[in-house]
């Protein structure tokens, strides 16, 4: 029998072989390399393949039918299921919403174009536009203009950038998308935090990307781990959010960015910087970009400062890579909407955008602190500027029995298992979105459920089931 190519990604992979082997063959039956019904290899020869122990290969074998990914047959063998992942949290699904319900599981800023400030900037949105020349624009990469005033805004964080270094994307999860098709191949390991954006996960499974976990702190990426993984890999590009990384709020030192910079440039490792949240801390912190910008590609989105809606990012990229995203670009949409990005630059062109990130600043911080003030201290992980926080769950409740609990009380939270690269984390913990409540008052009202809840702890029968 011949060695199946998507094997080759275990070899690369962090962390025990078993879960290795699990977590590949999640990616090749997402990337359509397996297919539902496939047959895996005999677990003999499989263990052969891979020099391990047939025990490893049981192992492996044995947690894949646990979580249903794959069931074995007498004399037949081990085939594959049709497993339904959760790629995102409900409330992109939710058909209609529900009446009474504080959905706290979505990540959007509070005022969604409904902010104070925005009204006075409605007038330039109406101000005349050459309809025609915008229907008939087609340059894939953005108008100059557009990339212009983006060039502008990056330099008020540090950012040297002109029009050429910069692709006007649909968002920021477009951009996480070109950066994994402009700088990775279909099976490459790809380094990211261990509790990583779920938009990122979904995009590296649909690509055939393995995605490998590094280990974090309160600061985030952890240098030392991060030096061992580049060895033992081999990877070239890392994924992370040093400001307000999400789910955890985890923001680095000036001192771990510039670590952090230092290992990838020893293992000549790309790195592509998730800087969504990059505007919300005062002063601002020094993004990876502005100390390397040679190594970082840098991702920078409307969606956390107007609305989501708006569906308008934009990359600044090492000039010799913008030739390969603009392929990438090209093959995914062809190109952003111009109408949309000539509504978002001239949001950000305009005179009250400081008082816009001003007030979203003051809002944010005084919901952190109904956060500080209605939970219990020792289990929140948040930071002042952040949308959300995390809640780490006692009392004998798992992540996934709050979730429901929350919700048949009224309140959406996303467990941290969305998040997880690897099921080596195991988090029994919750993200809640505070910027989600469209008032204080609610917030308010939503976050005393959610404690009491955690205080009252888990029924007898979610806790028996944990014991099990």
């Not at 700088?183 to 938009?199: D, H, I, K, M």
């Not at 702190?217 to 400001?243: H, I, S």
């Not at 771990?256 to 290992?263: C, F, I, P, S």
């Not at 009392?395 to 009380?409: K, L, P, V």
Request: glycine share 6%; with cysteine; hydrophobic share 45%.
């Amino acid at each position: 029998m011949t060695r199946p190519v998507w094997t080759e990604a275990i070899e690369r992979a962090a962390g025990p072989r078993y879960l290795a082997i699990v977590s590949a063959v999640e990616i090749a039956l997402r990337s359509g390399i397996l297919r539902p019904g496939d047959r895996l290899p005999p677990q003999r020869d499989l263990a052969a393949w891979l020099s391990l122990n047939i025990g490893t290969i049981s192992r492996a074998y044995a947690e894949m039918q646990r979580t249903g990914l794959a069931r074995g047959e007498v004399g037949r063998g081990t085939f594959l299921n049709l497993v339904q992942e959760t790629d995102a949290p409900s409330s992109l699904r939710a058909p209609a919403p529900r009446p009474a319900f504080l959905d706290l599981s979505h990540n959007f800023p509070s005022h969604a174009m409904r902010h104070p400030a925005l009204a006075s900037i409605r007038p330039a949105f109406d101000a005349h536009m050459d309809v025609g020349a915008m229907l008939s624009a087609q340059v894939d990469i953005g108008l100059n203009r557009h990339r212009e005033i983006a060039a502008r805004w990056l330099g008020r964080f540090g950012i040297e950038a002109q029009a050429d270094d910069l692709l006007v994307t649909c968002g920021g999860q477009h951009g996480l998308m070109l950066a994994l098709m402009a700088l990775t191949r279909p099976g490459e390991a790809v380094l990211a935090e261990e509790l990583s954006f779920y938009g990122l996960k979904s995009a590296a499974g649909m690509l055939g990307r393995s995605l490998v976990g590094v280990r974090m702190d309160r600061e985030g990426l952890m240098p030392d781990y991060l030096d061992v993984v580049c060895q033992r890999t081999k990877a070239k590009v890392l994924f992370c959010t040093p400001t307000l990384h999400n789910p955890t709020t985890a923001t680095m030192s000036l001192e771990r960015r510039l670590h952090v910079a230092e290992v990838c440039e020893r293992h000549n490792v790309m790195i592509v910087e998730d800087d969504v949240y990059g505007f919300l801390p005062d002063p601002p912190l020094r993004p990876l970009a502005a100390s390397a910008p040679d190594r970082v590609v840098h991702i920078s989105s409307l969606s956390k400062l107007a609305g989501p809606g708006l569906r308008i990012g934009f990359i600044r990229v090492p000039r010799h890579l913008v030739y390969a995203f603009g392929i990438a670009l090209r093959a995914s949409t062809l190109m952003a909407s111009p109408f949309n990005a000539e509504w978002a630059t001239r949001l950000l062109a305009s005179q009250q955008i400081d008082q816009v990130v001003a007030d979203l600043r003051t809002e944010t911080e005084a919901r952190q602190a109904l956060v500080a003030s209605r939970m219990p201290e020792q289990a929140i992980m948040s930071h002042r500027n952040a949308f959300y926080f995390c809640l780490n769950l006692r009392n004998g409740w798992s992540a996934e029995a709050y979730r429901q609990a929350a919700e048949d009380i009224g309140v959406g939270v996303t467990p941290l298992s969305l998040f997880e690269v690897s099921s080596l984390h195991q988090s029994d913990s919750v993200r809640v979105c505070i910027n989600a409540a469209p008032d204080q008052a609610s917030l308010r009202e939503g976050l005393d459920k959610l404690a009491e809840l955690l205080v009252s702890g888990a029924p007898p029968t979610v806790r028996f089931r944990a014991a099990i």
